[in-house]
């Protein structure tokens, strides 16, 4: 199996950062792209930023310009680096990873349990 555990959330006033981290463990044998996503209440879970295996990123216009989104391959974690937050920021935000376990299964995209990021004064 593959695990995925998120970190770095809390709560944050306006105008703060915080910087969110995904490590991927478990049978790995290549992660091709990896991504955070988030959902508040109320609302559909929707793409926030992600990276190819090779460096390539998309980001959510709502957050160009505040957000980056980096990888280190050599420990199969992600970070988001959210600056300028704003409250409507708020939400739960998900690690997603595109995994092949080994060379001979297919592709399958893997989800962490979600943390919380509440911006507020």
């Known amino acids: 199996q593959v695990q995925l555990v998120e970190s770095g959330g809390g709560l944050v006033q306006p105008g703060g950062s915080l910087r969110l981290s995904c490590a991927a463990s478990?049978?790995?044998?290549?992660?091709?792209?990896m991504g955070w996503y988030r959902q508040a209440p109320g609302k559909q879970r929707e793409l926030v930023a992600t990276?190819?295996?090779?460096?390539?990123?998309n980001y959510a216009d709502s957050v160009k310009g505040r957000f980056t989104i980096s990888r280190d391959n050599a420990k199969n974690t992600v970070y988001l680096q959210m600056n300028n937050l704003k409250p409507e920021d708020t939400a739960v935000y998900y690690c997603?990873?595109?995994?092949?376990?080994?060379?001979?299964?297919?592709?399958?995209?893997?989800w962490g349990q979600g943390t919380q990021v509440t911006v507020s004064s």
């Open positions: 478990g049978s790995i044998f290549i992660i091709y792209a």
């Open positions: 997603n990873a595109d995994v092949r376990r080994t060379i001979a299964t297919t592709r399958v995209k893997y």
């Open positions: 990276i190819t295996d090779g460096g390539s990123t």
